[in-house]
Each structure stands twice: as structure tokens, then as C-alpha cells.
T-cell receptor, first 111, second 114 residues
Framework: SQQGEEDPQALSIQEGENATMNCSYK?????LQWYRQNSGRGLVHLIL?????REKHSGRLRVTLDTSKKSSSLLITASRAADTASYFC???????????FGKGTTLSVSS | DAMVIQNPRYQVTQFGKPVTLSCSQT?????MYWYQQKSSQAPKLLFH???????NEADTPDNFQSRRPNTSFCFLDIRSPGLGDAAMYLC?????????????FGPGTRLTVL
């Protein structure tokens, strides 16, 4: 069964605007990761937040984690056309090494 | 640059004709993963190797097999591809395989089954 669910499924914005996407999950986690996938390419790791952290920043990215609500959000500030991609959250399964990916949010940034 | 390489990037095969996808890494990571990603879906883990220890996901079809002859290389064999096996196949690595590990992905191989 799928662990993470991203919302919205698709998001279209203009360059310079902020983009927020959300991830909800079902069971307890040790950490949550966000990955980006450009069309037809592999995934690129963006950021990892541990279950005892509430917020983490990396450049224009800000990730929050609310374990009480079992949800996370990814904020991309001052979006650029190059940010156009699909964004996936991934949580660690209880068994250990497997990452369970959500279906992703497709972000389109137009100039 | 250290990286994960997948060959070929595009593979076309016929229904029922065996096909092998390859993955190599220069990161010297212990763990290698194979994911299947169908259009507009989440990547789904098929199996992974921790060094030479093979770990199969419970719902991975028997049609899918894997080999890891050494640390650097890992192969995905599809013995009798069906139309439903058309997908992007992603190889990934991680240093130790802990839940907190970042995974490093290759560019993927897109498989078409005719």
C-alpha cells in the first residue's frame, strides 16, 4: 500500500511565484525525503527531514514536517522555469531499507 | 564524477522476448535498488541488494530477476516481458541501506514492449 500521497497532483505557476506541495503519510516514520524528477529522467534527492525535526531549509527549498498530522510540505520560493518537474515525497517503511514513494506533484513553471 | 549509469536508455523488446537492463555505479555503494515506474505513478521497489544479499519485494513478479556480479554492476532480467511491463526502470544506490540514506538514481531505462 502506498505510504505517501502528494497534493496537489499538478500545479502551474508563473516564474517568481512560490510553489507549495504537500505530502501525507499513513504510518510512523523515521524520516521523510523529497525527490525531484525531470521528465523522462531519474530522481534527484532534494532534502531529508528526520522525524524529530520540524523544519529544514536548503537554498530556495523549505520543508516542514508535522508528525502529529502525518504530513509534510515542500515550499519552493521564487520559482524558476528550471524547477519544472515532478516532486515526490518518500518515507521509510517500517521494515528498514525500502523507501515508499508517493505519486508525486507535477509542477509547471512558466516564464 | 561519481554516478549511476543505466544502459540502454531506451529498450524496445517484443512480447515474451527476454530482455536485460544494466546498471553500473562508481559510488562504491553497498546497496543497489531496482524500481519500476509506470506512467504518472510512483516508483515501485522491485528488489535490492545489500552487497551480495538479495532482497525481493513480496509482490515482485517471478518474471523479474536480478544479478549483481560485483559491487559496481547490477542487472535486471525480465524473462518474458508482457505489455504490462512497459515502464521506466530506475536503478538507485545508497551507501549503507539505512532508512536515513539518500538514494542516488540513474537516468532510467524506458522499456517498450511490442
Amino acid at each position: 500500500s502506498q505510504q505517501g500521497e502528494e497534493d496537489p497532483q499538478a500545479l502551474s505557476i508563473q516564474e517568481g511565484e512560490n510553489a507549495t506541495m504537500n505530502c501525507s503519510y499513513k504510518t510512523s516514520i523515521n524520516n521523510l525525503q523529497w525527490y525531484r524528477q525531470n521528465s523522462g529522467r531519474g530522481l534527484v534527492h532534494l532534502i531529508l527531514i528526520r522525524s524529530n525535526e520540524r523544519e529544514k531549509h536548503s537554498g530556495r527549498l523549505r520543508v516542514t514536517l508535522d508528525t502529529s498530522k502525518k504530513s509534510s510540505s515542500l515550499l519552493i520560493t521564487a520559482s524558476r522555469a528550471a524547477d519544472t518537474a515532478s516532486y515526490f515525497c518518500a518515507t521509510d517503511a517500517w521494515a528498514g531499507t525500502a523507501l515508499i514513494f508517493g505519486k508525486g506533484t507535477t509542477l509547471s513553471v512558466s516564464s | 564524477d561519481a554516478m549511476v549509469i543505466q544502459n540502454p536508455r531506451y529498450q524496445v523488446t517484443q512480447f515474451g522476448k527476454p530482455v536485460t537492463l544494466s546498471c553500473s555505479q562508481t559510488l562504491n555503494h553497498n546497496v543497489m535498488y531496482w524500481y519500476q515506474q509506470k506512467s504518472s505513478q510512483a516508483p515501485k521497489l522491485l528488489f535490492h541488494y545489500y552487497d551480495k544479499d538479495f532482497n525481493n519485494e513480496a509482490d515482485t513478479p517471478d518474471n523479474f530477476q536480478s544479478r549483481r556480479p560485483n559491487t559496481s554492476f547490477c542487472f535486471l532480467d525480465i524473462r518474458s516481458p508482457g505489455l504490462g511491463d512497459a515502464a521506466m526502470y530506475l536503478c538507485a544506490t545508497s551507501p549503507v541501506g539505512a532508512p536515513t540514506d539518500t538514494q542516488y538514481f540513474g537516468p532510467g531505462t524506458r522499456l517498450t514492449v511490442l
